[in-house]
Each structure stands twice: as structure tokens, then as C-alpha cells.
């Protein structure tokens, strides 16, 4: 029989899952016949190898890799043999994660795609969300102890579902190198190439300081150049990702960012 390519929510609801704690991704995988196993690879995070006549594949993790990293892992290539079959694929670093890093509609942009919604499905997030009055990073904190995902991911997340008017920025030395925004930010509101000084971001990522333990509150030019950001404000929490990278966790406080 032709298989035909399901929706994480499909997969999610086909075994009847309505709570985090119970996706278990290697019965998932186990389920649509791909055998998990962990060993040392080089040169990739994970990869799959199936024959799409039969209907089974192994699926190989990085034994080294963080926990939270190998189910991210896990869950991508799962995306992969739901849309891919019969296609071997080797998955880098940059492949695979809940950073926005693939673009446009590649394979590995949509395996990305699909293990954000296995693991953080829209509607298991929006009944979780509803315990927190606010979006800050204590929130994407418990959301992701909650989830079991990492930080970046769960914030990607949350951000894009727009349940607070909010983006996330990632910048490096270089300057800016990803961003999500909330559908409810207006697209004027598009974040500046460098970090600026009076920024915490910038304050973590060229002077070593401390990941911000609350939110703050900033004029919006600290962060954009329209042309009167400054007669808004913003909050802003940033942490460090890598030695060479910080994220910032911004949400708007003025119905002026919001989109008509």
C-alpha cells in the first residue's frame, strides 16, 4: 500500500497522545517501522537509511549529543520518514534544530518543521501556556522542562504560535543571524543588523556577562530603526546559546507594533 505522508498532529491524535509526557518517540518511530539506534557518527547529528517498498528504516543518533538535542534529533528524522521515504539522508548540526535555520522549503526545513510540531504541538501548547500571565523566559523555561526540549526551541515555538505578540533574535559577533516574529508584530518592526550597546544581548555576547535572570524594559530602538521606535517599549531577556551567539527573547508593550 502507497504511503501516504501524515501531519505530526495526525500522528500525534492517530495514537490517541494528548499529553507531552506521553511522546515516546522511539515507539513513534518503532510504530511506523524505523528502528532507533545510538551510536558515534561523524560529520552528522543523525541519519536514515529506509526502503520506502517495505516500509522499514534505521534511523542513527549521535550517541554524544545532549538528550534534549538527541530527541530534537530523533523527531526530525522521523519528520524525514513520514515525507522523505526512499531518499538516504545525513543530517548536520545546522540541518537539524528549532532555530529557523533552514529556510525556504527544503527537506530539512520541513523535517524541522515537522519535529517542532511532534514535540511542542500547537494544541497541547495552548493549553499549557494558559498557567503563564506572561511570556518571559521563566516561562519558555518551565514550557520546555514541561515539553523536554531546549530553550531556543521552545521559545522558536512560541514566539511563531503568536501566543504573545513577541520575536526571537539570535546574533553572533558578525551581527544578526536568524529572527521569528509573532504574525500580531507588524513587518516594519524588523530587528537591526548589529547589536546595539545599551542591549543586555550585547552586554553577554562581547563582555561576558551573566545570561538576564528577569525582563527588562527598553525603547524599541535600542532594537529597530523605524523611525519612531524610540516612543515605544519593549521587554527584553537575552541568554547565551554558544560561546559566539546570544538570543534574545523580545514582547511587545505597545499596541503600536501590532499589525492592523
Not at 515507539?27 to 551510536?39: C, D, E, F, H
Not at 543523525?46 to 534529533?73: E, L, T
Not at 527584553?236 to 546559546?241: A, D, G, V
Request: proline share 2%.
Amino acid at each position: 500500500m502507497t504511503h501516504q505522508p501524515r501531519t505530526a498532529e495526525k500522528v500525534l491524535k492517530s495514537l490517541s497522545i494528548s499529553d507531552p509526557g506521553a511522546i515516546d518517540l522511539e515507539a513513534i518511530a518503532w510504530l511506523s517501522g524505523a528502528k532507533v539506534k545510538y551510536r558515534e557518527l561523524d560529520g552528522c547529528d543523525a541519519c536514515i537509511v529506509g526502503r520506502a517498498d517495505v516500509g522499514r528504516a534505521i534511523i542513527s543518533i549521535d550517541s554524544r549529543s545532549m538528550s534534549r538535542r538527541q530527541r530534537f534529533s530523533l523527531a526530525h528524522e522521523i519528520g524525514h520518514w513520514e515525507w522523505h521515504r526512499g531518499h538516504q539522508l545525513m543530517c548536520s548540526k545546522d540541518d537539524i534544530g528549532g532555530s529557523g535555520k533552514s529556510r525556504g522549503l527544503s527537506k530539512e526545513a520541513a523535517a524541522n518543521r515537522f519535529a517542532a510540531e511532534l514535540l511542542m504541538p500547537k494544541f497541547m501548547l495552548r493549553d499549557a501556556i494558559r498557567d503563564f500571565d506572561v511570556l518571559n523566559m521563566r516561562t519558555v523555561r518551565e514550557m520546555a522542562t514541561h515539553f523536554d526540549v531546549s530553550l531556543t526551541a521552545m521559545a522558536y515555538r512560541l514566539v511563531e504560535s503568536d501566543f504573545h505578540p513577541s520575536l526571537l533574535l539570535a546574533y553572533g559577533k558578525d551581527g544578526r543571524r536568524w529572527f521569528p516574529r509573532s504574525k500580531s508584530i507588524d513587518e516594519r518592526w524588523f530587528p537591526k543588523d548589529i547589536l546595539d550597546r545599551e542591549s543586555s544581548a550585547y552586554s553577554i555576547l562581547f563582555e561576558g556577562a551573566e545570561d538576564d535572570r528577569h525582563m527588562s524594559t527598553i525603547d524599541g530602538d535600542t532594537w529597530f530603526d523605524v523611525g519612531w521606535a524610540d516612543q515605544v517599549e519593549v521587554g527584553e531577556q537575552s541568554f547565551r546559546t554558544q560561546d559566539d551567539e546570544v538570543v534574545t527573547l523580545l514582547v511587545a508593550r505597545s499596541d503600536r507594533m501590532l499589525a492592523d
